[in-house]
């Protein structure tokens, strides 16, 4: 079975809250207290983070559709806003990445790109009898002949440095040339600054990486240019639009490889008709900077077969073992330091993939920070399907084996709604 990759799930959508499946007790409510080890973490998997408290008094779990971080001690939450308007034959849709520590109330703009609202502006001057329309009415057009709107996914977040791809599409009726392009970003969660890669690793290891990215590139692509004169129909169809693909050193991307960091580059391109297309190579391990020390703990180990993923702490160890589709982890909660036979106790059944584990207990979780964190998984529950939350994107498979060389060309919608 291929090892779920450590972080994803789709973006732009409204979150259901995850059901729990947990030995026939419900969520929030406790259970058997025999030898329970004190234990308190957050848990992130599927499209939603569980919040599991152990103790003599028994267990209580809950969850909601929340994606969090931890830095210096502190939880922060990733959210989105978002903004634009509908008319009959024109959509403008745009969306905003922000961050807060629970215990503030002041939010962190991430990123946000001006371009969505100045084409709205520029519309609604050029069209001022037009009124807006609600985008759910039954005779909404579908198909408006000037569409501009974009999309943010996330694909990781490691403590303080999350990353994400922006999307944008731009299709105005008798405007500027049409715009499509994507590109991968690192932000600090903290104070928004997009982070370079002299940032995260320092001049020296951020040389040797975007050295060693530029020759994974120009082999790769030699590569197909090969397969495609031997007669490779796919090859061939790739060698089109080769030529559009332009390196970038900032656009890239933090993974972790058996959780050790590395670094996978976007490499944007175009197909003939102007599509945005995007090459991915892969991942380039790197050595660990200091900041990484405090993020390895909270990824999942996975055992040498494959069969489940732990994550080990002093007094516990929390294990998930796949369902044989691979779509479901079954929780259970470890004490280590009980030798009897009773030393095991169901969590929960969740959506894969496992994504991190977040101790709570050591430093334990302060009034305030608990009071917070409660307020947090209440609203979040509350605005769950009315408003969009971030999470990550659901990725390819990933593991301990050195990945392959591969080309994936994505298609960015240029009319999606």
């Given amino acids: 079975m291929p090892r779920p990759r450590g972080h994803g799930s ?16 419900c969520a929030d409510a406790p259970r058997s207290a025999t030898a329970l080890p004190a234990a308190e973490f957050l ?50 849709a745009t ?11 002041d939010s962190t703009l991430l990123f946000s790109d001006s371009t969505v609202l100045h084409e709205l502006a520029v519309w609604r001057s050029a069209h001022p009898r037009e009124l807006e329309i609600d985008p759910a009415d039954e005779d909404a057009p579908d198909d408006p002949r000037t569409v501009v709107q974009d999309e943010i996914e996330i694909l990781d977040v490691h403590g303080p440095f999350l990353t994400f791809e922006h999307l944008l599409n731009a299709d105005i009726e008798g405007g500027r040339p049409h ?30 990486v975007i050295a060693q990215a530029r020759a994974s590139l120009a082999q790769l692509t030699d590569s197909i240019r090969q397969a495609g004169r031997a007669g490779d129909d796919r090859a061939k169809a790739a060698v089109e639009t080769l030529d559009s693909f332009r390196f970038d050193s900032t656009s890239f991307g933090v993974t972790d490889l058996a959780r050790d960091p590395a670094i996978v580059f976007m490499v944007p391109g175009q197909a003939p008709d102007g599509e945005a297309l995007a090459l991915y190579l892969p991942p380039l391990s ?9 993020v390895r703990t909270t990824l999942p180990e996975w055992a040498a077969d ?45 959506a894969a993939p496992a994504y991190q584990l977040i101790a709570l207990e050591s430093p334990p979780l302060d009034s305030a920070g608990r009071a917070a964190l409660a307020r947090a998984f209440d609203v979040s529950t509350a605005l769950d399907g009315m408003v969009q939350r971030a999470s990550r994107r659901v990725p390819p498979s990933r593991g301990n084996a050195a990945p392959t060389l591969r080309l994936v ?8 709604r």
């Fill in 179 to 208: 715009q499509h392009r994507g590109r991968r970003y690192v932000v600090d969660v903290r104070t928004g600054h997009l982070a370079t890669l002299d940032d995260l690793l320092g001049a020296a290891d951020a040389g040797r």
């Fill in 10 to 25: 789709s973006l732009l959508r409204g979150l259901a809250l995850a059901a729990l499946v947990v030995s026939g007790a």
């Fill in 306 to 350: 494959s069969s489940r993923v732990s994550w080990d702490r002093d007094a516990y160890e929390v294990v998930a073992t796949p369902s044989a589709d691979g779509e479901a982890l079954a929780l259970v909660l470890r004490s280590r330091r009980l030798t009897s036979s009773k030393r095991e106790w169901p969590v929960a059944t969740v």
């Fill in 286 to 294: 790197v050595t660990a900077p200091t900041w990484w020390q405090s």
């Fill in 43 to 92: 848990f992130a998997a599927g499209d939603s983070t569980y919040w599991v408290r152990s103790s003599g008094e028994g267990m209580r779990v809950r969850s909601a559709p929340i994606l969090l971080t931890e830095v210096d001690g502190r939880l922060i939450e990733v959210f989105l806003s978002s903004d634009g308007a509908e008319y009959p034959d024109a959509s403008f």
């Fill in 95 to 105: 969306v905003r990445l922000w961050s807060r520590a629970l215990t503030s109330r």
């Fill in 409 to 416: 060309h994505r298609r960015l919608p240029s009319n999606s």
